[in-house]
């Protein structure tokens, strides 16, 4: 069963940084992209970043510059590292990954997600 289990969030200060992670089992880690993606209550899920299997990684505009994709193939995890946090930033987070070869298809994945709250 694939299971992707982030942690790192909470409450920090504008101008801080936080540093999510996402364990992920059940599936071969190391052949996947892996993605981020965060959702505002009352909004759709706006993609964040994503990393492919060899370590190439993309960013969204709005966090490009201050937010940092990684994976550690050998621990099977994901991380964000989030620097120099805006209001704005305020989501909950959730690691993604699509099209994981299932029986019968594929099937794409969310974790439960993590709260991620900038302000004074």
């Known amino acids: 069963e694939v299971q992707l289990v982030e942690s790192g969030g909470g409450l920090v200060q504008p101008g801080g940084s936080l540093r999510l992670s996402c364990a992920a089992s059940?599936?071969?880690?190391?052949?996947?992209?892996m993605n981020w993606v965060r959702q505002v209550p009352g909004k759709g899920r706006e993609w964040v970043s994503s990393?492919?299997?060899?370590?190439?990684?993309s960013y969204s505009e709005s966090v490009k510059g201050r937010f940092t994709i990684s994976r550690d193939n050998a621990k099977n995890t994901l991380y964000l590292q989030m620097n120099i946090l805006k209001p704005e930033d305020t989501a909950v987070y959730y690691c993604?990954?699509?099209?994981?070869?299932?029986?019968?298809?594929?099937?794409?994945?969310w974790g439960q997600g993590t709260q991620v709250t900038v302000s004074l």
């Open positions: 990393i492919n299997s060899v370590g190439d990684t």
């Open positions: 993604a990954v699509y099209n994981v070869v299932v029986v019968g298809g594929t099937k794409n994945y």
């Open positions: 059940g599936f071969t880690f190391s052949r996947y992209d």
